[in-house]
């Protein structure tokens, strides 16, 4: 019943920003976890960024410093600010999101991915 929204995804130079939005719809009690993730091409998923319900932010030591990842809880949305691009940060990004729907249930979705190029 929850689907997610990316956007913000698209071709930027070396040393660019570029910024993420991810939007969640449907039957949402409230938001716990929300992260980004990214995958490059022939590559494993990685886990980007991380921000817990109260705000807590985890980053992967490659975007430390570069990349902010923050939430509007009003909004249900989770966005990635990212900045100082390099051409090794090209992958898809995937929002994922964990949900309490119900009482205590929770479930996790996905995004449906949008694509990020650095590149001259």
């Known amino acids: 019943q929850v689907q997610l929204v990316e956007s913000g995804g698209g071709l930027v130079q070396p040393g660019g920003s570029l910024n993420l939005s991810c939007a969640a719809t449907?039957?949402?009690?409230?938001?716990?976890?929300m992260r980004w993730y990214r995958q490059a091409s022939g590559k494993q998923r990685e886990l980007v960024a991380a921000i817990t319900s109260g705000g807590t932010t985890n980053y992967a030591d490659s975007v430390k410093g570069r990349f902010t990842i923050s939430r509007d809880n009003a909004k249900y949305t989770v966005s990635l600010q990212m900045m100082s691009l390099k051409p090794e940060d090209t992958a898809v990004y995937y929002c994922?999101?964990?949900?309490?729907?119900?009482?205590?249930?929770?479930?996790?979705?996905w995004g449906q991915g949008t694509q990020v190029t650095v590149s001259s």
């Open positions: 449907g039957s949402i009690f409230s938001i716990n976890s």
């Open positions: 994922y999101v964990i949900v309490n729907s119900r009482g205590n249930v929770f479930y996790a979705y």
